[in-house]
C-alpha cells in the first residue's frame, strides 16, 4: 500500500506563483513514476506532467513553460512549482504514483487562481 498526502494549495492571484508537494508513504519501489492531474468542476480529469525516478519530464502542452515538476527521492516527494498562474489552471490538483503492482491518487488540493 501506497498513502500520498498532497499539501500547497491555495488562492492566488492571476500572474502569480504557487508551490505544490506531494509526500508518498509505504511499500514504495525503487523504480517509480510520479505524476500530476487536474479536474475542474465538472471536467474530466486531465494530466499535468509526470517524473520517472530517473528524472525525466513530460508536461501537458497548457502548461509547458509555466509549471516544473520535481522530485526528492530521498523523501518520496514529488512538486510541482507552478507560475505566471492563469484563470484556467483553477482545479482541483491531484497527485498520482504508478509502480509494478499499481497506481495511487492523493486526495487533492484545491488551487484558485483569481483576482
Known amino acids: 500500500q501506497v498513502q500520498l498526502v498532497e499539501s500547497g494549495g491555495g488562492l492566488v492571484q492571476p500572474g502569480g506563483s504557487l508551490r505544490l508537494s506531494c509526500a508518498a508513504s509505504?511499500?514504495?519501489?525503487?523504480?517509480?513514476?510520479m505524476a500530476w492531474y487536474r479536474q475542474a468542476p465538472g471536467k474530466q480529469r486531465d494530466f499535468v506532467a509526470i517524473i520517472t525516478s530517473g528524472g525525466d519530464t513530460g508536461y501537458a502542452d497548457s502548461v509547458k513553460g509555466r509549471f516544473t515538476i520535481s522530485r526528492d527521492n530521498a523523501k518520496n516527494t514529488v512538486y510541482l512549482q507552478m507560475s505566471s498562474l492563469k484563470p484556467e489552471d483553477t482545479a482541483v490538483y491531484y497527485c498520482?504514483?504508478?509502480?509494478?503492482?499499481?497506481?495511487?491518487w492523493g486526495q487533492g488540493t484545491q488551487v484558485t487562481v483569481s483576482s
Open positions: 498520482k504514483l504508478t509502480q509494478v503492482s499499481s497506481s495511487y
Open positions: 509505504g511499500s514504495i519501489s525503487r523504480i517509480t513514476t
